[in-house]
């Protein structure tokens, strides 16, 4: 396992009605920017990579600590992209790059980990995971997208291998594990098979995990999401838990399940990832009032 190149350790406390950053570590090229207060005593935090990107060989570890009741919106400035695994040399053997994730949520604190989507270059190798583990009564909404490389360069899964893996604890009890490995020069047509992508190359997903999460609110997220593409302009075919919006040239196509306990996952496949990050935020406003009474945060980069 390659050495690791950059990483991030935080911890947060709450202080009366406010949360605050008690404890930080970074090491180059990853830092926190700054951390604003947002509205209703929540924290925002910004982590900036000052590095052209996860390079060849890279390992990145971000390891997020939340205590009681802590309040906490994590996201970072821009796209994480993610270079080709070997130099410029053709002959080098490939140096696949990774990261791990670590987020520790405290009793009845309330964590929403939006990052920016990934971008895959033309030869890039990244395994990923991520470990979530949540103490009782504590809330996560956490987003991920993939990009199957720069399209607009001609870069449609020129990428060597993705493999992500994201694995959630609830009071000690496995509530969730997804395993996901894409190499597509081995997988081939595969991809265009029944359960592959089709003729869809992004994707994203926005999992919400809370006790308070039932059968009732899948539903009027559902019938949420289906009213915007109405409104949008969007038909939609759909079942009792999916739908699909067609839009030239950009069809979306989305569904939501209800995870083991206390969760469900949305997720989006498209054409065109701001499309995929415009439903998967109008579906996090709605979470974070339905559900959780609290306002609509429009966050600034």
Same mark, same amino acid.
């Given at each position: 396992?390659?050495?690791?190149?950059?990483?991030?350790?935080?911890?947060?406390?709450?202080?009366?009605?406010?949360?605050?950053?008690?404890?930080?570590?970074?090491?180059?090229?990853?830092?926190?920017?700054?951390?604003?207060?947002?509205?209703?005593?929540?924290?925002?935090?910004?982590?900036?990579?000052?590095?052209?990107?996860?390079?060849?060989?890279?390992?990145?570890?971000?390891?997020?600590?939340?205590?009681?009741?802590?309040?906490?919106?994590?996201?970072?400035?821009?796209?994480?992209?993610?270079?080709?695994?070997?130099?410029?040399?053709?002959?080098?053997?490939?140096?696949?790059?990774?990261?791990?994730?670590?987020?520790?949520?405290?009793?009845?604190?309330?964590?929403?980990?939006?990052?920016?989507?990934?971008?895959? %270059? #033309?030869?890039?190798?990244?395994? !990923?995971?991520?470990?979530?583990? +949540?103490?009782?009564?504590?809330? =996560?909404?956490? $987003?991920?997208?993939?990009?199957?490389?720069?399209?607009?360069?001609?870069?449609?899964?020129?990428?060597?291998?993705?493999?992500?893996?994201?694995?959630?604890?609830?009071?000690?009890?496995?509530?969730?594990?997804?395993?996901?490995?894409?190499?597509?020069?081995?997988?081939?047509?595969?991809?265009?098979?029944?359960?592959?992508?089709?003729?869809?190359?992004?994707?994203?997903?926005?999992?919400?995990?809370?006790?308070?999460?039932?059968?009732?609110?899948?539903?009027?997220?559902?019938?949420?999401?289906?009213?915007?593409?109405?409104?949008?302009?969007?038909?939609?075919?759909?079942?009792?838990?999916?739908?699909?919006?067609?839009?030239?040239?950009?069809?979306?196509?989305?569904?939501?399940?209800?995870? %083991? #306990?206390?969760?469900?996952?949305? !997720?989006?496949?498209?054409?065109? +990832?701001?499309?995929?990050?415009? =439903?998967?935020? $109008?579906?996090?406003?709605?979470?974070?009032?339905?559900?959780?009474?609290?306002?609509?945060?429009?966050?600034?980069?």
């Amino acid at each position: 396992m390659p050495n690791v190149t950059g990483c991030v350790t935080a911890s947060f406390t709450a202080a009366g009605e406010q949360t605050r950053l008690s404890g930080r570590y970074h090491a180059y090229p990853l830092k926190i920017a700054k951390a604003f207060p947002f509205p209703e005593g929540q924290l925002g935090v910004y982590v900036m990579d000052a590095s052209p990107g996860v390079m060849a060989g890279d390992r990145y570890v971000l390891d997020w600590t939340f205590g009681e009741q802590t309040d906490v919106y994590i996201t970072n400035q821009s796209y994480t992209k993610v270079h080709p695994a070997r130099d410029s040399d053709a002959g080098a053997a490939a140096r696949p790059s990774s990261q791990e994730q670590r987020l520790t949520l405290g009793r009845d604190s309330y964590v929403e980990y939006m990052p920016e989507p990934l971008m895959l %270059y #033309k030869d890039a190798v990244f395994y !990923s995971a991520t470990d979530i583990r +949540m103490d009782a009564g504590s809330v =996560l909404i956490y $987003a991920d997208a993939v990009c199957p490389g720069r399209t607009y360069r001609g870069e449609l899964f020129q990428y060597g291998l993705y493999q992500n893996r994201l694995t959630v604890t609830y009071d000690g009890e496995l509530i969730y594990c997804a395993k996901q490995r894409i190499q597509p020069a081995a997988q081939g047509l595969r991809l265009n098979a029944i359960g592959g992508w089709a003729e869809h190359t992004h994707a994203g997903s926005l999992c919400v995990f809370s006790d308070r999460v039932d059968a009732a609110f899948i539903e009027a997220l559902k019938d949420f999401l289906e009213e915007r593409n109405k409104e949008h302009d969007s038909p939609l075919r759909n079942n009792m838990t999916a739908g699909q919006a067609s839009r030239p040239g950009a069809p979306l196509y989305f569904g939501i399940s209800r995870t %083991y #306990k206390y969760g469900l996952v949305l !997720s989006v496949i498209g054409s065109k +990832m701001y499309e995929i990050q415009e =439903l998967m935020t $109008a579906a996090w406003q709605f979470t974070r009032q339905r559900l959780f009474a609290k306002p609509v945060l429009n966050v600034r980069k």
